[in-house]
Structure formats: C-alpha cells, structure tokens
C-alpha cells in the first residue's frame, strides 16, 4: 500500500504594507524641508530669447479675472475681479528671469487660437512692444503670439496684425482701470526689434538684481 502523499499546506501570507496612515503622511510632509519650485526664479527663459521665450500665463484670454503672481509664494492668486464690462483680449502673462523697473517681471500678451489655464507656460514669440503709463509709472508690455500655434507662429512684426487687433488691445488697456478711477495711457506700437531690445534689458536687470542678492 503506497502511503498517502504529504502536501504542505501554506498558511496565508500577511501582507504589511509600509504606506503611513494618511494623517501621518501629512504630518510627515508638513515637517519636511522641502522647496517648490517658483515660476519666476526657476523656470528658464529659453535658448532662443529675446526673440523667442517661456511665457508663464497668469490669465486667460477672456477672463474678467485679474490674476497675478504672488511673488512670495510662486503661486498665481486672486488679484480682483475687473471693475470694467471688459474681458482680456489675450492670454497675458509674465517671462520668467525678468526684471523691469516696478519690479515685476516683464508683462507679455500672447496672441493664439485658444485660452490657456493659469500657471501653465507656452513658448511665445515677441512681435512688437506696446508702451504703456499705468498711474505715472511706465508699465510696457510685451505684444507677442505663441511660437507653437499654427495659424499665428508665421507672425514676425505686429504691422502683420489686422489694424482692428491693435485697436481692440489698446481700448481694453485704456479701458480697463477706468472704474477704478486709475489713468492708464497708452502709446503707439513698436516694431519688434524694440520687443527684443526691451526682453534684455529686463533679462540684465534680472541678472543685476541676482548677482547683488548673493552680495548681500
């Protein structure tokens, strides 16, 4: 008689996962020394700047939103609602690595097919500068379209644009602070050599701005 064959029967394997309650992980997180990334200190401008840049877009084209970089944090916040019956023609947004005279980076509307959601960066290509006095202060702005949409990338100069475009983008600036009871004025375009002249100046002031910091 062949005795019976032995199997060896597997008692059940506990599995212990190592994953932390989630009250813990956020514990743990919160103590951690851990840095974000800021949009304006560490994002590149891009290898092919002052003509062609990163544009980080704070508010998208047709908003009543005015949304803007907190400088402190990286994030992009509530500023306010327009006062004004107005929407922003464009996407608008701010290059990073620059530098201008308010002390802000350096302000770009960015001409394409479609709105793009706040704290996202495109790459744009600059075609003209529209110099502007916000409250006695110059305030210029960058007039650019996106370098990766087909059907505004071919733009060099903004005399390419349609004349109604560049009336559209001066009444909305002329308009826009104008329940608020702040002057804003602006002057006529320029062609976009003064684009790039003004995309490095504002990259040198930036650099200056940063050299003196380690100084310090």
């Known amino acids: 008689m062949v005795p019976?064959?032995?199997?060896?029967?597997?008692?059940?394997?506990?599995?212990?996962?190592?994953?932390?309650?989630?009250?813990?992980?956020?514990?743990?997180?919160?103590?951690r020394r851990s840095v974000a990334a800021?949009?304006?200190?560490?994002?590149?401008?891009?290898?092919?700047?002052?003509?062609?840049?990163?544009?980080?877009?704070?508010?998208?084209?047709?908003?009543?939103?005015?949304?803007?970089?907190?400088?402190?944090t990286?994030?992009?916040?509530?500023?306010?609602?327009?006062?004004?019956?107005?929407?922003?023609?464009?996407?608008?947004?701010?290059?990073?690595?620059?530098?201008?005279?308010?002390s802000d980076p350096l302000d770009v509307l960015v001409i394409m097919q479609e709105p793009i959601l706040p704290g996202c960066f495109l790459r744009a290509k600059a075609i003209g500068l529209m110099p502007m006095i916000d409250q006695g202060e110059k305030d210029d702005k960058i007039i650019a379209v996106c370098a990766d949409d087909p059907e505004y990338k071919h733009y060099t100069d903004i005399n390419e644009l349609p004349p109604h475009r560049l009336a559209e983008i001066r009444r909305f600036f002329e308009d826009y602070k104008k329940n608020e009871n702040k002057e804003v004025a602006v002057n006529d375009f320029l062609p976009s050599d003064k684009a790039f002249e003004a995309v490095q100046h504002s990259q040198d002031l930036y650099a200056d701005y940063i050299v003196e910091s380690l100084r310090r």
């Open 38 to 72: 800021h949009p304006w200190h560490d994002l590149e401008i891009g290898p092919n700047a002052p003509q062609i840049f990163n544009v980080v877009i704070e508010i998208s084209k047709g908003s009543k939103v005015k949304y803007e970089l907190d400088k402190k």
């Open 4 to 31: 019976p064959i032995e199997t060896q029967v597997k008692s059940p394997v506990s599995h212990k996962f190592s994953i932390p309650p989630l009250n813990e992980r956020i514990l743990s997180s919160m103590t």
């Open 74 to 102: 990286g994030l992009i916040k509530v500023d306010r609602v327009l006062y004004s019956s107005v929407v922003y023609p464009h996407n608008y947004g701010f290059i990073p690595r620059t530098l201008c005279d308010d």
